[in-house]
């Protein structure tokens, strides 16, 4: 039988369609906060580099009571290096409101998420979002949405329920016309439309382990959605492990999501979403059974990563000058404990006894777990990103994407140069809104590498691009490197300007007067192909005749600033990206010239 007193709904979307603004006006329009509860924009977006970036990072699990009916929503992250966690999340849910911009329809997110809430049977219902932008085409973008969801092979496409909304405005309406009202038609639509979870209380406990969560002081947390069965605290348990091992166990305390936190509870039943406490060796997947009938569920499944990394212990002469974790253990323990949450993640030693090769979905994937970690306090090196590559009938093959890129139509030949030279195949180029044009190409992964940064050069900044993991095909030829060389120091000391003003004739620099620099470490950009050893630290030779004052004044330009994104672009097969709390500096693998010659290393 159903359950009618619950809901279970997942909140997906391509990035910046508006998931987490929705979510605030159904918390605000609920009536079931107080106002001092709400102040903030992006409630859910609790974490510091969410808010840094406007994006969401990690999903999210709420609870809205609404006539009578508790409607458990799970927000998840719409940028495609995210999948793994909108993947695993699914599961939880029934049904799912795709969430679509008004005015750019559905993007490349929007297909991958709604080919992953077909896959697991959800009941969907379309929210056409900020249809009070003044450009908005919310009946287009409707049928549109239709038309992909016909594509994908959904069932009855035409009986779909949809609804138009504005999440920053907060309301909710049939008409597309509307321009004010509140939120409570679509949590309307959600009781009406979305079937409650299937749930058979008197059968033996099943629930999978969906996510984990780590408290200082009751340890590892375990969220997941109840199958079959009911838990309570003190209830013995069987886990059933990937290796098809059973561990038995005692459940300490079950808690299950109200409004914005969790409550203790003394039993939770078939449907719930709970968190359950005092399984110190529960992984994502596990199944969570009955001791005297353990029948495990399928195991969560998640699409395998596409780029590396080596991550290795920072080795400059700076090392431990602001960084408290730095031997080669903390690095271990650290991507350890990352791979019991990070379900997208993959950790392996690499060749060299201090290394570690990293893989994930992306760039930001994989940026973003490194951006935590100088922030809890690490110190680390990371070499250039790599794609991941298979052999597949004796050929090897690299992983391809689906790039689309928005841009002005002035600038379309120079995106389609851009994208050629890095083997991108065009294979749809139509007219957008008003003065713009939107381009698609199919592209190997490792053209991406570089390719965002090069883009909004070549565009003055407006071009807009998306991409999502497409096939594994035959590897394509040789991609073009970064033409220009670099600057290397090859002393260690502090820049001076007089000895970089003579440098920055013939090069782009990346450090500022005042730096502190050491051998091998990365200072400018050469003019040429070729890398230049250099001594950015000299200082101007004082005498009678040569006074302080007498030559001419020293200006330089600002020096160029690198996001960490940016640095890992940049990189060549024999540097390093140095990361620590409070710099990023760019290194040679080898910081000795003579090294660097005895040792080349290619790309």
């Not at 504005?166 to 309406?173: I, K």
């Not at 359950?276 to 499944?301: F, M, S």
């Amino acid at each position: 039988m159903r359950r009618q007193d619950i809901r279970n709904i997942a909140i997906i979307a391509h990035v910046d369609h508006g998931k987490t603004t929705l979510v605030d006006a159904l918390l605000k329009h609920s009536g079931q906060f107080r106002d001092a509860k709400l102040q903030q924009d992006c409630i859910l977006d609790s974490n510091d580099l969410e808010r840094e970036r406007g994006i969401t990072i990690l999903s999210k699990n709420i609870s809205i009571p609404y006539k009578d009916v508790k409607i458990n929503i799970i927000d998840t992250p719409g940028h495609a290096d995210f999948g793994g966690e909108v993947e695993r999340v699914l599961k939880m849910a029934d049904g799912a409101l795709i969430l679509v911009d008004a005015f750019e329809g559905p993007r490349p997110q929007t297909r991958f998420v709604l080919t992953k809430a077909m896959e697991v049977g959800l009941k969907p219902i379309i929210v056409i979002n900020k249809i009070d932008r003044p450009d908005c085409r919310p009946e287009d973008v409707l049928l549109e949405t239709i038309h992909l969801m016909e594509e994908l092979g959904a069932e009855d496409s035409l009986d779909i329920p949809y609804i138009f909304a504005s999440g920053r405005s907060a309301f909710a309406s049939d008409d597309p016309e509307a321009r004010e009202g509140n939120m409570l038609p679509l949590l309307d639509l959600v009781l009406e439309h979305i079937p409650g979870p299937i749930a058979n209380v008197d059968a033996p406990l099943q629930m999978t382990a969906t996510s984990l969560q780590w408290s200082e002081y009751v340890g590892r947390i375990c969220v997941g959605r109840i199958t079959n069965g009911e838990v309570r605290p003190g209830m013995k348990i069987a886990l059933l492990k990937k290796d098809d091992t059973i561990v038995k166990g005692t459940i300490e305390g079950v808690e299950t999501f109200d409004r914005l936190g969790r409550i203790k509870s003394e039993k939770a039943s078939a449907g719930d979403i709970v968190a359950i406490t005092g399984l110190a060796e529960t992984e994502i997947g596990d199944t969570i059974a009955d001791p005297v009938n353990p029948v495990a569920l399928p195991r969560l499944e998640v699409d395998e990563p596409t780029l590396s990394m080596v991550f290795t212990i920072n080795s400059s002469p700076f090392s431990g000058k602001s960084g408290k974790f730095l031997t080669s253990r903390h690095l271990r323990d650290r991507l350890q404990r990352e791979l019991q949450s990070n379900v997208a993640l993959r950790v392996e030693e690499a060749g060299a006894k201090e290394a570690f090769k990293v893989s994930g979905r992306g760039l930001l994937h994989l940026s973003i777990l490194i951006e935590t970690m100088r922030r809890e306090g690490y110190e680390l090196s990371v070499g250039k990103p790599e794609v991941i590559r298979k052999e597949v009938d004796g050929k090897w093959h690299e992983p391809f994407e689906i790039l689309e890129v928005e841009v002005p139509s002035v600038d379309v030949g120079t995106v389609i140069e851009t994208v050629s030279l890095r083997k991108g195949q065009l294979k749809e180029m139509k007219a957008g809104s008003g003065t713009h044009s939107h381009v698609q190409f199919s592209i190997p992964a490792r053209g991406l590498i570089g390719l965002r940064t090069r883009l909004l050069n070549a565009t003055r900044g407006e071009a807009v691009m998306n991409h999502r993991f497409e096939k594994f095909a035959p590897i394509e030829g040789d991609i073009p490197r970064r033409k220009n060389g670099v600057l290397v120091s090859q002393i260690t000391g502090k820049a001076t300007a007089y000895a970089l003003w003579k440098l920055s004739e013939r090069s782009d620099l990346l450090i500022a007067p005042g730096t502190d620099v050491y051998e091998g470490m990365i200072v400018g950009e050469n003019s040429r192909d070729n890398d230049l050893v250099v001594n950015p630290v000299r200082e101007k030779k004082l005498t009678n005749v040569r006074a302080s004052g007498s030559d001419d004044n020293i200006t330089l330009e600002p020096p160029r600033v690198m996001s960490l994104e940016m640095a890992l672009e940049y990189i060549e097969a024999d540097e390093y990206l140095e990361i620590t709390p409070d710099a990023l500096r760019l290194r040679k693998i080898w910081l000795r010239e003579n090294e660097r010659k005895r040792n080349p290393i290619s790309a």
